[in-house]
Structures are given as C-alpha cells and as structure tokens.
C-alpha cells in the first residue's frame, strides 16, 4: 500500500489489524503522535487524514491505501514552527507535553475551518483531546493567540 506521510510517499505492507498509530511509530519511528488510550478516547494521537483530524489509534494502515497523512513531525517549515506549536510555547500550554501533538494538529484543524473560532468551536473541536495536567486555559489562549498570528501573516 501507499501512503503520502508529511509530503513523502511511502510504500508499506502493514499487517492486517495495524492501526496507523502503529505504522507511523514502529515502521515509520515518527514518535511525535504519542501512544496512550489506544481506544479513541484522548486525543494524544491525532494526526490529520487526506485533511481531516483523526485518531491514528482507530485507523487500521490497511484502508488506508492513498491517504495523504500529516503528522506533528511535518507542520513545521523547515525550522520555522507552525503559529500553533508557537503559540503553545508562548502561552505555556504544556506541562508534561505527552498530549500537546495531538492538541496541535487539532487546533490547526480548528483554525483550518475557523480561523477566528468562538468559545463553542473551540470547545467542540477540543473535546476529544484531553490534558491529564489540566492546562485548558492556557490551551485557549494558545489557539486565539495562534488564530491572531494566522490572520495577521502575509500568507492568510
């Protein structure tokens, strides 16, 4: 099967009942989509799928044959952070930092589909991520700060 992760084409044979969490981990040793609930639950391993956010614990490689996958590894252009990954470091939105991944792509996802999201948008695309060291505030005020450097760059 194919799959086109962070922009590069990879050809894989996953065994039948590997999620992606799996291959992206121990075939591809992206480690930055964390392993935790592996039942859909947390959040930690989201990733985006053919542009949409997604539970890598959940998806099995095996229908995944020509999805475009971008992972936390591939957000950053080049040593430029991504405005969220930068807005988290501003606003102290981690602690142990075992969610942030999956918090991040999130948040791009969010901003993707509203760039200037209100309370219950950002409330219902964070419902699935949760941060075990309680730093939702401070979440918050990473995605308005991201929101604003988004809409403020020459590119938007």
Same mark, same amino acid.
């Given at each position: 099967m194919r799959l086109v992760v962070n922009g590069r084409a990879r050809t894989l044979q996953p065994d039948p009942g590997e999620t992606l969490l799996e291959t992206l981990r121990d075939r591809l040793h992206l480690t930055g989509t964390k392993a935790a609930c592996e039942q859909g639950e947390c959040g930690a391993c989201t990733v985006h799928i053919n542009g949409r956010p997604a539970y890598s614990c959940l998806a099995l490689s095996c229908g995944l044959d020509g999805a475009t996958v971008?992972? +936390?590894?591939?957000?950053?252009?080049?040593?430029?952070l991504h405005p969220v990954q !930068? !807005?988290? +470091?501003? *606003?102290?939105?981690?602690?142990? @930092? /075992? *969610?942030?991944? @999956?918090?991040?792509m999130s948040v791009i996802a969010l901003l993707q589909r509203h760039p200037d999201p209100t309370d219950e948008q950002i409330a219902e695309a964070m419902a699935g991520n949760l941060c075990r *060291? @309680?730093? /939702?505030?401070?979440?918050? !005020?990473? +995605?308005?700060?991201?929101?604003? !450097? +988004?809409?403020?760059?020459?590119?938007?």
């Open positions: 971008a992972t +936390i590894e591939g957000i950053a252009t080049g040593d430029a !930068a !807005a988290f +470091i501003a *606003c102290d939105a981690v602690q142990c @930092g /075992y *969610c942030t991944p @999956g918090q991040v *060291c @309680g730093t /939702y505030p401070k979440i918050v !005020a990473a +995605i308005r700060q991201a929101a604003a !450097a +988004i809409s403020a760059s020459p590119a938007s």
